[in-house]
Nanobody, 124 residues
Framework: QVQLVESGGGLVQAGGSLRLSCAAS????????MGWFCQAPGKEREFVAA????????GYRNSVKGRFTISRDNAKNTVYLQMNSLKPEDTALYYC?????????????????WGQGTQVTVSS
C-alpha cells in the first residue's frame, strides 16, 4: 500500500515557477513509476509527466516539454515536479500518481495510487 501527499501548489503569475512535491508512505515506493496528472474544471484528468521507478526514464506531454521537469528521490520517498515558465492554461488541480506501468501507459484509468491533489493557479 502506498499513500501519496502533495504539496507546493499555489498562485503564481504567468512566467513564474512552482515546485510540487509528493511524499509517499510505504516501503514499495521505489517499485513504482510515478507521475503527475492535472484536471481543470469541466475537463478530464490529463497526463502531465511520469518517471520510471529508478528515475532513469521520464516522459512528458507535449505542452509541458522544456518547461516542466519530473524527478524523484527514492531515499526520501518523494517525487517532484518543477514547473517553469508557467502559463494561465497550466491552471488545474495537480495529482500525484503511482503505478507500475504509468510511464508507458500515461493512462489515468490504470493508476494504482492517487494523492489528494494540489491547486496550481497561474494568473495572466
Amino acid at each position: 500500500q502506498v499513500q501519496l501527499v502533495e504539496s507546493g501548489g499555489g498562485l503564481v503569475q504567468a512566467g513564474g515557477s512552482l515546485r510540487l512535491s509528493c511524499a509517499a508512505s510505504g516501503r514499495t515506493f521505489s517499485d513504482y513509476s510515478m507521475g503527475w496528472f492535472c484536471q481543470a474544471p469541466g475537463k478530464e484528468r490529463e497526463f502531465v509527466a511520469a518517471i520510471s521507478s529508478s528515475g532513469t526514464n521520464t516522459g512528458y506531454r507535449n505542452s509541458v516539454k522544456g518547461r516542466f521537469t519530473i524527478s524523484r528521490d527514492n531515499a526520501k520517498n518523494t517525487v517532484y515536479l518543477q514547473m517553469n515558465s508557467l502559463k494561465p492554461e497550466d491552471t488545474a488541480l495537480y495529482y500525484c500518481a503511482g503505478g507500475r506501468s504509468l510511464l508507458t501507459s500515461r493512462n489515468s484509468r490504470i493508476v494504482d495510487y492517487w494523492g489528494q491533489g494540489t491547486q496550481v493557479t497561474v494568473s495572466s
